[in-house]
């Protein structure tokens, strides 16, 4: 099969099942190395992260162009397609710096398109914005991000702490994922980009469908999701369901 794209990006905001799907994705072997090679909102913190050293008297520019190589290939590896996940919060300072390394387009698709080629935009999304703070202040409070299917961590941020209804917090986190969903609707409208929409539940009833939905739109062999397996696994209980309840409450007052 001939791909219809070289890369993608997965537009989407935290606790949206992104992790899910870009281990999906990496594993097929046949679709890059998706991952958030852009997400600290910070020069030097790209630079660190893609092990790009720093060159006296260099510009920026050309400081860019070494950073964007060396994230290509770190998302691209052997398969010869990019993978980026880009988080809402990040997207701004992302196409600030795209502007400064691609001058000449007129609009962050454009610019996209000559940093990475053809480019497929799917947007991951998560209807319930409850459910999605809830599990964002929970994963603040207790550290743990991310466990794999045998339970194990894959992710720890802090060390272990009790989680604790924290109203205010919840708030705060349900109008930011909300605001998100505005702002990459309207970024969208703007550029002109109908992505492939996908969304959270059904990742997690069906993650191998989603997988094939997104190499066919690629123009690559959905087959390769037949065999695989979800790398994570969800860490809801029943804390997040009583956090919902009372956080729903709160909104509706």
């Not at 520019?61 to 994230?71: K, P």
């Not at 988080?87 to 940093?115: C, N, T």
């Not at 989603?210 to 979800?230: E, I």
């Amino acid at each position: 099969m001939t791909a219809r794209y070289d890369s993608y990006i997965i537009c989407t905001s935290p606790r949206s099942g992104s992790t899910l799907l870009c281990k999906l994705l990496a594993a097929t072997g046949i679709s890059g190395n998706p991952d958030s090679h852009f997400h600290r909102p910070s020069l030097a913190a790209w630079r660190k992260s893609h092990g790009v050293g720093e060159i006296d008297g260099e510009d920026e520019r050309s400081t860019l162009a070494r950073v964007f190589a060396a994230a290509i290939a770190k998302g691209s590896g052997d398969t010869g397609m990019f993978g980026l996940r880009m988080q809402r919060g990040s997207a701004d300072y992302f196409m600030g710096k795209l502007a400064v390394l691609h001058p000449g387009p007129g609009s962050d698709r454009a610019r996209i398109e000559a940093a990475f080629g053809r480019t497929l935009f799917v947007y991951l999304s998560r209807a319930d914005k409850v459910a999605q703070a809830v599990s964002c202040v929970k994963a603040e409070q207790t550290g743990l991000w991310h466990v794999a299917p045998d339970g194990s961590e894959l992710e720890r941020l802090a060390p272990p702490r009790a989680p604790v209804y924290d109203g205010p917090a919840l708030m705060k986190w349900y109008e930011t994922m909300t605001g998100f969903e505005r702002e990459w609707e309207a970024w969208f409208s703007r550029e002109g980009i109908a992505p492939l929409r996908l969304d959270y539940d059904a990742l997690s009833r069906s993650p191998r469908d989603t997988l094939r939905s997104v190499l066919l739109a690629l123009g690559l062999d959905g087959k390769a999701a037949d065999a695989l397996s979800p790398g994570v696994k969800k860490i809801a209980d029943r804390v997040n369901d009583e956090w919902a309840e009372r956080l729903r409450l709160q909104i509706a007052k």
